[in-house]
């Protein structure tokens, strides 16, 4: 059987559905951690610059592609700096 969350990865038979709800809780818990860092940083972006909440979706993207970090990692930077990215 493969896993649909890690196709590269064959799911446990022996996982008992217990476990897998607890990975999932985790997986759903780092993601509303997540989620939450991406809008405070959206907030400061759009306090500090001006933007609407696209705009400062748009930047936090971009600056992920040009930098080539994770989203969340812009975010997490910005919304415990207070710092804007620099050009790197």
Do not use: C, F, W
């Not at 860092?37 to 979706?57: H, K, N, P, T």
């Amino acid at each position: 059987m493969i896993d649909a969350q890690r196709p590269d990865r064959a799911a446990d038979p022996d996982a008992t559905p217990l476990a897998s709800a607890a990975m999932e809780i985790e997986q759903l818990q780092r993601g509303m951690q997540a989620r939450t860092v991406i809008g405070q940083a959206q907030g400061i972006l759009m306090e500090r610059l001006g933007m609407s909440a696209a705009q400062a979706i748009d930047y936090l993207r971009r600056v992920s592609s040009h930098s080539n970090r994770k989203l969340v990692d812009i975010a997490r930077h910005i919304a415990e700096t207070r710092e804007l990215p620099t050009a790197e």
